[in-house]
Structure formats: structure tokens, C-alpha cells
């Protein structure tokens, strides 16, 4: 079953003009982009200030040269719905605490729009 439009997004990525065109898809789609950030830290906070928490999160696997696994794993504890985005390959996700991608990179915003449908 598809996500409900009405849903809320955070969008976790380092690349600034990555994360500004991710942000413009998501809300031509229709969805509520709750928060953007651009590093663990920043993710973390992001999240401890939301109330409620998002109900979807679209994470960069690399945050600046890091796994971004500290943020996954707390936007899972509360239960929010993780979707990965990377241009790495299995292997190299691998070295990052990931076992496969959600969302290839580079991607469309249909690649979007179909990743939300999926995981749903």
C-alpha cells in the first residue's frame, strides 16, 4: 500500500543541491518535508526537535564521509519509515552498515515517487 501524501518527510543528505532537489520533488509530489539536514549531528537534533516524529525519512548512506547507520538506527527506533539513497554499490554499502539501497542515486523523481510506493 502507498504512503499517504499527507505524511510527513525528513530528508537527510550532505549535498546541499541534492538535498534542494529532493526537498522540490518530494513537495511536488505532495508530501510535507518536515526538515532538512546535512550531517549526523544535525540529523539527530533535527529529530529530537520534531514532535511528532516524521512518518518517512530519506537518508544519504554517506554524510560526509560517514555512515549515516547512527541516524538510521534512531530514526528506527521510532518507528520511522528509513529509505536509503546512494550511488554505492552492495559491497560498498556494505563498509557503511547497509545491506542493499532503497533508492538508487543518481534518481528521478519518479524513482522517488516509486521508492515511496514500494515501502509503503
Do not use: C
Request: glycine letters at 10%; proline letters at 6%.
Amino acid at each position: 500500500m502507498p504512503f499517504d501524501k499527507s505524511q510527513r518527510v525528513l530528508v537527510v543528505e550532505d549535498e546541499a543541491l541534492i538535498a534542494l532537489d529532493l526537498e522540490g520533488i518530494l513537495e511536488d509530489l505532495g508530501y510535507e518535508v518536515v526538515g532538512v539536514a546535512g550531517g549526523i549531528e544535525q540529523a539527530l537534533e533535527l529529530l529530537d526537535s520534531l514532535d511528532p516524529p516524521p512518518d518517512i525519512a530519506i537518508v544519504d548512506a554517506n554524510l560526509g564521509g560517514r555512515s549515516a547507520r547512527p541516524v538510521v538506527d534512531a530514526l528506527r527506533e521510532r518507528d520511522v519509515t528509513v529509505l536509503v539513497a546512494s550511488g554505492y554499490g552492495a559491497s560498498e554499502l556494505g563498509g557503511f552498515g547497509f545491506d542493499s539501497p532503497s533508492i538508487n542515486k543518481p534518481y528521478t523523481a519518479r524513482d522517488i515517487e516509486n521508492a515511496l510506493s514500494r515501502h509503503g
